[in-house]
């Protein structure tokens, strides 16, 4: 690496006329006609003939600046008269989060280094707020910014304005190659390194426009495919928080069938009854059924149950209720048993054993028999005799115009 640095360096190119020339380009001597770039004190050329031509300061001991001032002239003066430039090669990357929370998606499309012709290219030509080295033209109109580095980068906000900005770096061109050139032109335009602060250029190409849609189409497709997954879990949840919820209950029901108390309850009353139902036991195990006989005869699952004969109380539903029920509403088993339980009142045993029938449980409750299911059974009968009707169902039963009770009302008048 050339100490660049070094206030002793000598400068590598002297200007005439606006151009930069190297030693051996102009004559020998003060004649040269060249002044420094940088401190523009007159330059000696001093022909070599054993060693490399060179420029010295002509009664000037030391110049700061003269080796970077003269080696980015020159680069400059370089792209201005060749016309052309490789520029870097480009990653264009891309991203979406298409889910919350995670990892973005990424893709890139790659363009690699590329020669480009510079239409027009000029120095020093102010951009806004910035001036960079060159401002060129391509083909595709689109402009190119050069910056060349010797010593000092470009500066940061400049790199964010300015588009389509890039740096030729020659701070580590090798000193043979300052003083070639052949090889310090090769290296301004194809070889030194190089690097875009900005570009624009692909940004319209098919091929990123495609990377990019491909992308954006695969995170649309992830997004959704997340939400289906996320309503389907939701659903998951709310079902198993319903089953768990119906669990919970089913479970307290239980749990308060089963408990104690309830354990307590039936074998108080099992216990309370049990003279009773073994009675009942009896009187069901020694009843006789009478032989059949008219409407008021009409055997019956569980008559056994009533205190009176079976002919009794149907002959009082028969002759004594029915003939009472109004003959424009309904009535049900419910109703007619009430008043068969009024005219004929549980035998003592039976009586506490009818008003706890609902809270026998198992064999007990099994054995103990529904009056009202017997009622309803011989209604049943009855209607089907068409002695009386159905009602708009089977546990309801009315009268009708014209039965055997309005009959023999209408025949007495
Ligand atoms: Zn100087």
């Known amino acids: 690496m050339p100490k660049k640095t070094d206030s002793n360096l000598k400068v590598p190119f002297g200007l005439k006329d606006g151009r930069l020339y190297r030693p051996d380009d102009v004559p020998s001597g003060l004649p040269c006609g060249c002044i420094c770039p940088a401190c523009e004190t007159k330059l000696v050329a001093n022909h070599g003939k054993q060693k490399r031509s060179y420029f010295s300061h002509h009664r000037t001991e030391s110049c700061a600046g003269g080796y970077e001032t003269a080696v980015h002239l020159m680069a400059k003066q370089v792209i201005l008269d060749e016309m052309r430039l490789r520029i870097p090669p480009i990653t264009i990357p891309f991203e979406f989060s298409p889910i919350e929370d995670e990892k973005p998606i990424r893709s890139s499309v790659r363009y690699p280094e590329r020669d480009v012709e510079l239409v027009v290219v000029v120095a020093e030509k102010q951009q806004g707020r910035w001036r960079p080295d060159l401002t060129a033209t391509l083909k595709n109109h689109a402009p190119l910014y050069i910056e060349i580095l010797v010593t000092h980068a470009v500066e940061e906000e400049k790199a964010e304005t300015l588009d389509n900005l890039v740096e030729v770096d020659l701070s580590n061109i090798p000193l043979e190659s300052v003083y070639d050139a052949k090889a310090f032109s090769e290296?301004?335009?194809?070889?030194?390194?190089?690097?875009?602060?900005?570009?624009?250029?692909?940004?319209?190409?098919?091929?990123?426009?495609?990377?990019?849609?491909?992308?954006?189409?695969r995170a649309a497709r992830m997004a959704s495919e997340h939400q289906a997954q996320k309503a389907e879990q939701e659903k998951k949840a709310y079902h198993a928080q319903m089953a768990q919820m119906r669990e919970e209950n089913r479970r307290k029901v239980s749990?308060?069938?089963?408990?104690?108390d309830s354990f307590k309850n039936d074998a108080l009353i099992h216990h309370k009854l049990r003279g009773q139902l073994f009675k009942l036991r009896d009187r069901k195990a020694a009843y006789?059924?009478?032989?059949?006989?008219?409407?008021?005869?009409?055997?019956?699952?569980?008559?056994?149950?009533?205190s009176v004969p079976r002919s009794t109380?149907?002959?009082?539903?028969l002759e004594d209720c029915l003939p009472n029920m109004r003959v424009d509403q309904s009535f049900t088993a419910k109703d007619i048993l009430a008043k068969v339980v009024h005219q004929f009142p549980w035998s003592q045993d039976i009586e506490a054993i009818m008003q706890m029938r609902h809270k026998l449980s198992g064999t007990d409750g099994q054995n103990v028999p529904d009056p009202e299911k017997i009622v309803a059974d011989y209604l049943r009968i009855l209607a089907l005799s068409a002695v009386i009707s159905f009602g708009a169902d089977q546990n309801s039963f009315t009268r009708f115009w014209g039965d055997r009770w309005s009959k023999h009302l209408t025949w007495k008048g």
């Open 313 to 317: 109380w149907q002959h009082y539903i």
């Open 255 to 260: 749990q308060r069938l089963k408990s104690k």
């Open 187 to 217: 290296e301004v335009v194809l070889y030194a390194p190089r690097r875009w602060y900005r570009c624009s250029l692909y940004d319209d190409l098919k091929r990123t426009k495609d990377a990019r849609r491909e992308l954006e189409e």
């Open 288 to 306: 006789v059924a009478p032989p059949a006989g008219g409407l008021d005869n009409i055997p019956v699952d569980g008559e056994w149950v009533f």
